[in-house]
């Protein structure tokens, strides 16, 4: 992982997996990366469908959150569906 100090994640993205490589990864120095993740996009009974709900987006954060193993994210967002 060296060099790279910003990490662009989602739930949709491996369906979570994605972020639980990047809370595993013991090479990264932590203090020294930028975690940015997204929130809206849920995978549903094989569907995909967008949540922006407040009960989601707290929910979300906190899975996130355990999944990265963290305190903070430094960039929450969430992009619009045309």
């Not at 989602?10 to 975690?35: M, P, Q």
């Not at 993740?37 to 995978?43: D, F, I, Q, R």
Request: hydrophobic share 35%; charged share 25%.
């Amino acid at each position: 992982m060296q060099g790279i100090n910003f990490f662009d994640t989602a739930d949709i993205y491996g369906l979570g997996s994605f972020r639980k490589i990047i809370g595993t990864e013991n090479r990264v120095r932590w203090n020294d990366v930028v975690i940015a993740t997204k929130v809206g996009n849920v995978a549903r009974n094989e569907q995909f469908t967008i949540d922006y709900s407040k009960e989601y987006i707290l929910s979300a954060c906190e899975a996130s959150l355990k999944r990265l193993k963290r305190n903070v994210i430094d960039y929450y967002h969430y992009t619009l569906q045309d």
